[in-house]
């Protein structure tokens, strides 16, 4: 169950009309694909994608799940909205409530353990190993965790956990944490047991219906066996703008963190039907990720550029995000910056600065939201958001 | 709409050498990510075709695989559709083509189901182009002739020849038909392509097979216009059209989609180019990698050096090497220092470091696919 309703408002413009799951990343992916490929290579045929805000883009991507080989006849991609029933009609009030308002849903499909997902990082995981351990743990609930830094883990949940991985603590954003295992937002659940709890916790008028604040705690309260499972390897939450872009940055390390080019665990996307990218005379493209459709004339240096873009003589971008489809004139400049789907960045125009031109205090990622046209010879200062 | 596709996968397999040695003409890659079938039938999806039938009677592996469901094309539909038409299997399996009719006997009971088309659409695969067949159609209707040609104006006189050369009259009305020839200028060059009733169709192939004819543009076309029986329209296509009809023209037609005078029109937006798609990941340009006029499909790692290039995907090049006029195929990796000019690369060959290869520009060297150098 994929947890794809959040607005993600610290993304500010660039999830103004899409959901966050529904953000481009790493040129020709949305976020959405990591967890939807990580459950086709786990061999997850059944997923249910629970959406709320915003949902014509992400509907519209998923469409009958077949780019992610997840058109079944039976199971495959279901795409969850919150519905009027006979009596009421709700909202989903918070990510327990999406899972308790489906879950006839889940019963269609009678599973022994479902995995709650959210629609918001970038990693890749074989859910298969962690149910393993669930079952071999005879756990009811695993959650999968990383180990932070003592600073990143006052904004994240933490776990404490005894010798044999039982968890024996759970704080969400604790001020002094008391270790740094913090929570990856990926639960495994024995269905019986949310199931029941799930209940228990809409019958309580005072619960605010949300995983991390009331059915974990619940969980633990009535000491149900619980876990934590470490997972080693590449996990980033792209909930705000520097992230995303330093998550698109770690695309251009040579040491491939993310392990993008693991022929055996893929990650699948819905493709366009762009040509391949073509380089003219007089450009230059360094240390670059470049998808498809693109065409440039111009200088591209520590930057990812996505589907469809198109840079243009003299035009020059450096540590930037180009998101798909957008147009780079004659001349611009685009630094350290975000810029958004299917903009027009017109001739002459500066979007954000390298940092080594700019006192520290005044620096940060320049972004420009979805559909911009920026008239020619616009300046768009560093840390601005457009 | 009321025209079906077919499609021929064979004609100048023999002339295309080692790119055809495990592959029929049809699924030669192209374009970066691209097979040659891709082009004809998308030009038939964007035109609005939803009955399409690919002939294929020699080694279709590559085919079946690379067309798959048809999805990709969104021919994988409940009524019509993409259907591929290998040989039924009688004593002539294996045995040399020996015309397309016989390859056409092979869609009859194709075409014999398709009665909501009174028209069929016949397309040699050699052909890559952007074109819309409607107005094609329309003007093979108005014009009430039995077939149309659709044919580019020659402006030079050609080196090779072609099919078919065909001259007109001011009503686009074909005059004189000639066979297997080079064009003057002012003459028409068949494309492969052309618009025939279904039902004049139907009957040619019973007729003439029964007979054990089997030629459909000498023994049909050229011997029934040459006695004044059948009327032959000529539709006129302005638009890019690369004829791949030997391993000089494949060199030459790749690199030209570099040029944005024809890779512009060629892929052009409103009407894509559809293939199968593969999930590679983008394309990573490394530190040192200088690249200049390339065409580069994505899951390439370019650390090299590169001009007039056309890579397809998963392609590696590696640090320190340099390639000019090269067009390299999906998968292959061309070492550190290696140094190539001229060099046409199958699919999964490793050139390996600093290995020197270098071909003509009117002679380029082939490496067949799958092997190291």
Redo the contacts between chains.
């Keep these: 169950m994929l947890l794809a309703g959040g607005q993600g408002s610290r993304l500010y413009c660039l999830t103004q009309d899409t959901a966050k799951p529904a953000v481009p990343f790493?040129?020709?992916y949305r976020i959405i694909d990591f967890p939807l490929s990580n459950c086709v290579n786990s061999g997850i045929d059944t997923v249910g994608v629970l959406t709320q805000y915003q949902p014509l883009e992400l509907n519209d991507y998923i469409g009958n799940g077949?780019?992610w080989d997840l058109n079944r006849n039976w199971g495959g991609a279901h795409i969850l909205p919150p519905y009027t029933q006979s009596k009421t009609e709700s909202w989903y009030k918070g990510t327990a409530n999406a899972i308790y308002q489906n879950i006839p849903f889940v019963d269609r499909y009678n599973p022994e353990y479902v995995v709650i997902l959210s629609g918001d990082h970038i990693y890749k995981m074989d859910y298969n190993k962690m149910l393993k351990f669930h079952k071999e743990k005879g756990s009811e609930c695993t959650i999968a965790v990383m180990p932070v830094s003592m600073d990143e883990a006052t904004r994240m949940g933490i776990m404490s956990t005894d010798d044999n991985d039982a968890i024996i603590d759970f704080e969400e954003k604790p001020k002094k944490p008391k270790s740094n295992l913090a929570s990856m937002g990926v639960y495994i659940f024995t269905w019986a047991a949310l199931k029941q709890y799930l209940i228990d916790d809409e019958a309580d008028p005072k619960s605010e219906n949300d995983f991390g604040k009331n059915i974990i705690p619940a969980f633990l309260r009535d000491g149900r066996p619980m876990f934590a499972y470490a997972f080693e390897g590449y996990w980033k939450d792209v909930g705000t703008l520097e992230s995303l872009w330093d998550a698109n940055m770690d695309?251009?390390d040579?040491t491939d963190p993310i392990n993008?080019?693991d022929s055996t665990f893929?990650?699948?996307?819905r493709?366009?039907?762009?040509?391949?990218?073509?380089?003219?005379?007089?450009?230059?493209?360094?240390?670059?990720?470049?998808?498809?459709g693109c065409?440039i004339r111009g200088s591209?240096e520590h930057s990812?550029?996505y589907t469809g873009c198109e840079v243009e003589e003299g035009a020059i971008v450096v540590g930037a995000v180009v998101m798909p489809n957008t147009v780079v004139r004659k001349g611009a400049n685009i630094s350290y910056a975000i810029v958004g789907e299917g903009c027009v960045i017109e001739e002459g125009v500066k979007i954000g600065e390298r940092p080594e031109n700019c006192p520290n205090e005044d620096w940060g990622i320049t972004v420009v939201g979805h559909k911009k046209t920026l008239p020619a010879g616009s300046v768009i200062r560093p840390k601005e958001i457009v | 709409m009321n025209m079906t596709g077919i499609i021929f996968s064979e004609l100048y397999a023999g002339e295309l050498g080692t790119f055809t040695y495990d592959r029929n003409m049809a699924a030669i890659p192209f374009?970066?990510?691209y097979r040659l079938v891709d082009f004809v039938l998308?030009n038939m999806v964007n035109s609005g075709i939803t009955n399409v039938g690919v002939l294929a009677t020699q080694h279709y592996h590559s085919l079946m695989d690379h067309l798959n469901n048809a999805?990709?094309y969104d021919l994988n539909r409940k009524n019509g559709g993409l259907q591929l038409l290998p040989p039924f299997a009688t004593e002539n399996v294996g045995a040399n083509n020996r015309g397309k009719l016989d390859d056409l006997r092979n869609a009859l009971d194709y075409l014999e189901t398709i009665t909501t088309t009174p028209y069929v659409l016949l397309a040699d695969a050699y052909v890559v182009c952007n074109i819309d067949y409607r107005p094609a159609l329309e003007a093979h209707i108005a014009s009430g002739c039995d077939i149309t040609m659709l044919a580019t104006l020659e402006e030079e006189p050609s080196e090779g020849n072609y099919v078919s050369v065909m001259r007109a009259d001011a009503g686009h009305r074909v005059t004189s038909y000639a066979l297997d020839c080079t064009a003057k200028p002012g003459d028409y060059a068949s494309m492969g392509h052309m618009i025939i009733s279904r039902e004049l169709l139907i009957n040619v192939i019973r007729d003439y097979t029964s007979r054990g004819i089997y030629d459909f543009l000498r023994d049909f076309i050229q011997h029934e216009f040459n006695r004044g029986r059948l009327s032959i329209n000529l539709y006129q296509v302005d638009d890019v059209v690369l004829r791949i009809r030997n391993v000089n023209e494949y060199f030459h037609s790749s690199l030209s989609i570099?040029d944005?005078a024809v890779?512009t029109p060629?892929?052009r937006g409103d009407r894509?180019?559809?293939?199968r798609?593969t999930?590679e990941?983008?394309?990573?340009?490394?530190?040192?990698?200088?690249?200049?006029?390339?065409?580069?499909?994505?899951g390439c790692i370019i650390e090299g050096k590169a001009e007039n290039c056309?890579?397809?995907r998963g392609v590696k090049i590696g640090k320190g090497a340099t390639l000019k006029n090269c067009v390299i195929m999906q998968g292959s990796v061309v070492g550190e220092g290696a140094s190539l000019e001229n060099v046409v690369v199958d699919k999964w060959v490793t050139v390996t470091n600093g290995a020197q290869l270098k071909g003509l520009v009117s002679n380029p060297v082939v490496i067949r696919k799958g092997v190291t150098v």
Excluded at chain 2, 288 to 295: F, P, Q, R, T, Y
């Design positions: 790493g040129g020709k077949q780019p695309l251009l040579p993008m080019r893929r990650i699948y996307a493709n366009y039907a762009s040509p391949a990218t073509r380089i003219d005379p007089g450009a230059k493209v360094s240390n670059s990720f470049v998808a498809e065409i591209v990812v550029l | 374009g970066g990510r998308s999805q990709q570099i944005s890779g060629l892929f894509p180019i559809f293939t798609v999930d990941v983008p394309c990573y340009y490394g530190v040192e990698s200088e690249i200049s006029s390339c065409v580069i499909a994505d056309v890579f397809s």
